[in-house]
């Protein structure tokens, strides 16, 4: 919560210097450009914090067991299975602990704005082992460490159709901010059961029963499944983790959700993560990018002609 506020007052901050930077000059009226500059402002700001943040969860990794305390940010990498019994992927059909899943019309161009017929977020409650002691998992984050897997139609569809068939689905469009406050609900959930549906209005129409009538479409050499896509995030039942979250200690727990309000917490898959420096090379980059961007645009209006 502090990050945003202070992401909101980096903003203001820039939009208000723009608009004394281009006050008495020939481009005063162009009143847009104080907002882009509070953009960059913010990107700058964000790419800093980025920095501090990949920081803290390298460190966090390097910290011995025995200098643990209750709700310090720690990093462990360790086997995360499900305390009962794993539950399936919709689409692959895999043990999992976690999932975020999408389908999405197909408009033949890769572009993460197709529009979805439907997405979810499923999780069961379980723990990591870790030097020998098991950490309950509490909370979800968000999957994007994750590669998305895109899934074969002629695995996956029939998988897909059922599953949308028999799920229950809470409406898309009926109370958006109801329906953000939940979903984001539910990766802080404590207790690890998580099933959250949502799909467009006449899902079943615009999904089953189209793919029911294409189910002979290959006999005529055409894809059945055309049109659609199917996205999985999924985090393996019984898979190797690098993980960063805030300790628990009276509950032997390893908290990892809270969704934009702890973005210090983190899922990789493999060991490796623990070690790599790819987030604070990747947060340094794009952090000389845009502050070389904001240097120059605030020579190029410090130094116009004032009236």
């Not at 919560?1 to 930077?21: K, N, P, Q, T």
């Not at 050499?221 to 019984?238: A, I, K, S, T, W």
């Not at 959700?257 to 898959?269: C, E, F, P, R, Y």
Request: glycine share 10%; charged share 20%; with cysteine.
């Amino acid at each position: 919560m502090i990050g945003c506020i202070l992401s909101l007052v980096a903003s203001a901050i820039g939009c208000a210097a723009g608009f004394y930077l281009i006050q008495n000059t020939e481009i005063r009226d162009q009143y847009w450009l104080p907002f882009v500059y509070g953009g960059l402002c913010l990107l700058v700001y964000l790419n800093v914090w980025g920095i501090v943040q990949a920081w803290q969860q390298k460190r966090s990794f390097g910290q011995p067991r025995s200098s643990w305390k209750d709700g310090n940010l720690i990093g462990v990498t360790g086997k995360i299975r499900a305390l009962k019994a794993p539950m399936m992927a919709p689409f692959s059909k895999q043990e999992a602990v976690m999932v975020e899943y999408s389908i999405k019309f197909d408009n033949g161009i890769d572009s993460p704005t197709d529009p979805r017929i439907c997405f979810g977020i499923m999780r069961t409650p379980c723990a990591i082992d870790f030097e020998g002691q098991s950490y309950t998992i509490q909370g979800m984050p968000f999957l994007t460490e994750l590669e998305t897997q895109v899934l074969l139609p002629q695995i996956s569809f029939p998988a897909a159709i059922k599953f949308v068939s028999t799920a229950q689905f809470q409406p898309m469009l009926e109370d958006p901010i109801k329906m953000g406050r939940e979903a984001f609900a539910a990766y802080s959930d404590a207790d690890g059961d998580v099933q959250t549906h949502y799909a467009m209005p006449d899902y079943k129409a615009l999904f089953v029963e189209r793919l029911e009538s294409q189910t002979g479409d290959n006999l005529r050499g055409l894809d059945p499944f055309r049109g659609f896509h199917l996205e999985e995030r999924r985090v393996g039942h019984d898979t190797e983790v690098s993980i960063n979250g805030t300790f628990m200690e009276s509950q032997n727990g390893i908290d990892i959700g809270g969704g934009v309000t702890k973005t210090a917490h983190s899922l990789k898959i493999g060991h490796g993560a623990s070690k790599s420096n790819g987030p604070i090379i990747k947060a340094l980059i794009f952090g000389f990018v845009f502050t070389s961007v904001f240097v120059v645009a605030t020579y190029i209006l410090a130094t116009l002609p004032r009236n």
